[in-house]
């Protein structure tokens, strides 16, 4: 390049500010044109945003321009950030400025632009940004249910200003057992913001030919926006999706406490528990269904109705019932307790037309008749006593039945618009408003002659009565639907509900109704979905298509739009409303987390879990002392959803615990969450907590919300956790601190109950490895392994059995790698050798017994151990060798990965799966993370959605109308 050149090249930077118009799609395309050439870079700067809302995602543009066009031969101008002081910013070779600032409210960072080309540089001045309170993100709608009908639905991403400039928001999408994309046009990750904007619409539609079960958990998380509690989109995505109407359209639906069944075009389908051939698979199948399971061939089936261990149907107008059998509750006509196994026909007429099931009785209607069987106790048969009936027997003389009902043990019918109730009547149901044990005979309710329909429910009725709607009776739970003003009050009087006049139907059971109005809105009340109470009819989502609902204590189900949802009231039937796998088959065997390809390090807690993803570090599961390390105030209980901690990239190892997290980045060591029997890296007395256990320094906050660094060192390596002890190595020294009840901190117990702030062990500066348990410690110094703190089942490894607050020396052997400390046992690799040692419960030591072992016992004949992994309190442990993950020890919380828990101990390790691409994995105190070709799974416990599963199962929230497929 000659000096002419030279002189003739004059390059300037603009600092160009994005409008709400130009991030388009061609957002990222290189500037081709240049414009004037200026050389006051000063002014040029002031145009670039310098104010960035804390973790909104930042974006300018430097344009390069004032090139000579006699310079068309030089190579591309290269930019770079100078001197940044900004991390989480840079810079690419089209000029755009962008990254989250890993910065919080109150902090500023500057940075400097450098341009060269060829041998000539240009340097802008320094350009400094301040980071101001975040955007709080919400989400006009988080919960939605896809089914086939319904493909396209959209959400609203409200911001609380307006963006400051344009920008990308990330997120991710989160799924059980999926690797599939979900959505047309959101398979980026990124969601357009533009500059001003305070909201954006967000469209949902499903990709066609999607095969996605309704058991797994789908969800979009967003990955920025705000530091605390970000919004997510919760899915229920149905088995097979195809598009266009359902692929079955049903008709009937009715549901016991513990098993549906459901009728489509004259199919009859059975699902939940079998148990006494309630789903009447046959002889010998008493197999409980989690997915619906067609019952016989016919296609002629009209009606179904459920009691509570058995089922009867109405099929070519033939009365057929199964199930238990004792008391004539398949009204088989026996006395003898037995069990039918199918449906079996009911005596030989074929003019039956309605049908209902109570607690352990029946009744129904052929040609206006009206007939009864079963258990009679509180006289709900109306024949004038209370002996069991076991065939139908017929009540009164009347043939103008209409209606049926049955709640607990009363029943009411309309008959010619006439309303009747009997039975059971203690809390006032049967609607004389007199309270009376048993009703053995109909009793006329009031006068009107315009009833359209009525429900029993365990202990109250609700009624239609020319539109408007009725109820009376037990009022416990708010099942008749008359506000908060007469929570838990007996209502003897027929009480109108509300004022609409356009009900259609109703169900009751248990201590809650539904019903359908106005042309297909459904409502419901009383004891709904896990809440205690709804004291008045309350719309149940937006659909308007509901034409059939069922109801019992424990679950309901509804037609909406021809499709069969479901939803559970308590934890204990979730497994029943045909979701497929239950919680145990889904959450007890590795199920992928999320979509990415690039995790490298897990790390398992007492009920959160955390794992670093590309250098990002997100924690997900019990956040009720802060431990995710999210800035929320509180507000997040608990997310079955990673979140990210922080917006840096340089995160290099992680440590979960009891209540706190401790990791490294950069050499830096920060922990988070309750500061209970340890210090985060200060010092002083230690008062107990309100309330007693544990202890809180004095000189720090007993809780850190977000990461909170430990000491100024740059020098850390390693960090492990236990219960409420962390040990890390920093510059090759080994430090503890935490509670240390037996020496496992290498203090003596007798006097020093907790160290307080990190406190070297020995003196020794060539640590390499560390494992900790709540009760002891282990760490390898230059190939040497040595262990300390509680020794009474031999853990320590120095054939010793008894404790020590002083590193003991394991062995004589100078090869040791890894080492990892469990609840009574210890295990560590040697030149590719496993060994274990210690407490053999449970056979956490591999070795084919429960025995205990002093000193090291080789686990197998492999050389070839890479990792080793152990519960800090549990008995199960985990390995990889030669990229293959075997299991063995405890299985209290499905550990072992086979999809069911509490099967006893593996007492030798046993292979999980055929990959042989498994390179890291931890064990928590009830569940187990491991990364398979930088792949994420997780299994085990999951009560607190550690393990990345909602804790209660089922889709993304099974207390809400979900659908039922696999039919």
């Known amino acids: 390049m000659t000096t002419k050149y030279i002189r003739n090249l004059l390059l300037t930077l603009n600092l160009l500010l994005l409008t709400a118009c130009s991030l388009d799609a061609e957002f990222f395309e290189k500037i081709k044109s240049t414009s004037e050439a200026s050389t006051d870079l000063s002014l040029k700067i002031s145009d670039l945003p310098t104010d960035v809302p804390e973790s909104f995602p930042y974006y300018g543009q430097v344009q390069v321009t004032g090139l000579s066009s006699g310079l068309s031969s030089f190579s591309t101008p290269a930019l770079s950030l100078q001197d940044s002081t900004c991390p989480g910013l840079s810079i690419n070779g089209d000029g755009w400025i962008s990254g989250v600032l890993d910065k919080v409210s109150g902090e500023s960072c500057e940075f400097k632009v450098k341009v060269t080309q060829g041998s000539v540089s240009v340097v802008s001045d320094v350009i400094s940004l301040g980071v101001q309170n975040s955007l709080q993100l919400t989400l006009s709608q988080e919960n939605f249910s896809f089914d086939s009908g319904a493909p396209t639905q959209t959400t609203v991403l409200n911001l609380s200003a307006p963006a400051p400039f344009a920008t990308y928001l990330d997120y991710s999408i989160y799924s059980a057992n999926s690797e599939s994309s979900l959505f047309n046009g959101m398979n980026t990750g990124k969601i357009l913001v533009p500059a001003g904007a305070t909201s954006v619409v967000i469209p949902l539609t499903l990709q066609a030919g999607l095969s996605l079960s309704s058991a797994e958990h789908q969800t979009i998380q967003l990955n920025s926006g705000m530091s605390g509690l970000k919004p997510k989109i919760e899915l229920a995505i149905p088995l097979e999706f195809a598009g266009g109407a359902p692929a079955q359209v049903f008709q009937d639906i009715s549901v016991s406490d513990t098993h549906i069944c459901a009728i489509s075009d004259g199919k009859l389908y059975c699902w939940g528990n079998n148990d006494k051939y309630r789903l009447g698979l046959g002889a010998g199948d008493l197999d409980n269904r989690t997915t619906p399971a067609r019952v016989g061939a016919s296609t002629t089936w009209q009606k179904v109705a459920l009691s509570s261990e058995g ?187 509300g004022s609409f006049a356009d009900w259609e139907s109703l169900t009751g059971g248990g201590d809650h109704t539904c019903g359908i109005r106005n042309g297909g809105d459904l409502y419901c009340w009383g004891a709904v979905s896990y809440q205690d109470a709804v004291w008045e009819p309350t719309r149940i989502g937006a659909d308007s298509t509901w034409s059939k609902i069922s109801t019992s204590y424990y679950m309901t189900c509804g037609i909406n739009n021809g499709s069969v949802l479901c939803w559970a009231h308590e934890e204990n039937t979730i497994n029943y409303i045909g979701l497929g796998e239950d919680r145990a088959e889904i959450a007890h065997k590795p199920h992928r987390v999320g979509l990415s390809s690039t995790w490298s390090l897990p790390s398992a807690g007492y009920g959160h879990s955390c794992a670093i993803n590309a250098g990002r570090l997100y924690c997900w599961g019990d956040n009720s002392s802060f431990q995710l390390g999210q800035n929320d105030n509180g507000s997040l209980a608990s997310t079955i959803v990673p979140q990210q901690v922080g917006n840096s990239k340089a995160w290099e190892k992680i440590a979960s615990g009891g209540v706190h997290t401790c990791g490294i980045k950069e050499g830096e060591l920060y922990c988070w969450g309750l500061n209970v029997g340890f210090d985060f890296g200060g010092g002083g007395p230690p008062p107990p907590p309100p309330g007693g256990g544990g202890f809180m320094p004095m000189n720090v906050s007993p809780v850190s919300q977000i990461p909170a660094r430990v000491g100024s060192s740059k020098a850390w390596t390693a960090i492990a956790a236990g219960e409420g002890q962390l040990c890390g190595i920093n510059g090759g020294k080994m430090y503890c601190w935490g509670r240390n009840s037996d020496g496992q901190m290498a203090a003596d117990p007798a006097t020093v109950s907790i160290v307080e702030e990190p406190t070297q062990v020995g003196t020794s500066d060539k640590w390499q490895a560390v494992g900790i348990s709540s009760y002891h410690s282990c760490g390898i110094d230059a190939g040497k392994l040595y262990c300390w703190g509680y020794g009474d089942d031999g853990e320590l490894g120095d054939g010793n059995n008894t404790s020590s607050h002083t590193p003991v020396r394991v062995g004589s052997d100078s090869d040791w790698t890894a080492v990892v400390a469990g609840n009574l046992h210890t295990c560590g690799i040697r030149s590719g050798q496993l060994y274990c040692w210690g407490g053999g419960y449970k056979g956490a030591l591999g070795l084919g017994n429960p025995a205990d072992q002093a000193t090291p016992q080789r686990v197998g004949t492999s050389s070839t151990w890479t990792e080793i992994a152990s519960g800090f309190e549990n008995s199960a442990v985990c390995g990889i060798d030669a990229g293959k993950l075997y299991c063995w020890g405890s299985d209290d919380w499905g550990q072992q990965g086979n999809g069911s828990a509490f099967t006893g101990a593996e007492v030798v390790p046993i292979q999980l799966g055929t990959s042989a691409n498994w390179q890291k994995v931890s064990i928590g105190e009830r569940n187990v993370c491991a990364v398979n070709a930088g792949k994420l799974f997780c299994w085990g416990g999951n009560d607190s959605g550690q393990s990345a599963l909602p804790p209660k199962p089922g889709a993304a929230d099974p207390t809400q109308p979900t659908l039922v497929t696999g039919f």
């Open 311 to 497: 089922t009867c149907g109405l099929n070519g107008g033939k009365l057929y019932c199964w199930g238990r059998n004792d008391a004539g509750r398949s009204a088989t006509g026996s006395m003898v307790p037995s069990e039918v196994t199918e449906p079996t026909q009911v005596g030989a007429d074929s003019d039956w037309l309605d049908l209902t099931g109570g607690t352990h009785f029946s009744c129904g209607i052929r040609s206006g008749e009206l007939y009864c069987w079963g258990y009679n106790q509180f006289g709900q048969l109306a024949t004038g006593d209370i002996l069991t009936k076991y065939s139908p027997t017929r009540i009164g003389a009347s043939t103008t039945w209409q209606k049926i009902s049955a709640g607990g043990s009363h029943v009411c019918g309309i008959d010619s618009g006439k309303l009747y109730c009997w039975g059971a009547g203690a809390r006032k149901q049967l609607g004389n408003n007199a309270s009376i044990t048993r009703q053995q005979t109909i009793l006329q309710v009031g006068a009107s002659t315009t009833w359209e329909d009525v429900v029993g429910g365990s202990d109250h009725t609700c009624g239609i009565n020319d539109g408007k709607l009725y109820c009376w009776g037990d009022n416990t739970k708010g099942e008749l639907g008359l506000g908060a003003a007469e929570a838990g009050n007996i209502i003897g009087a027929i009480s109108q509900v």
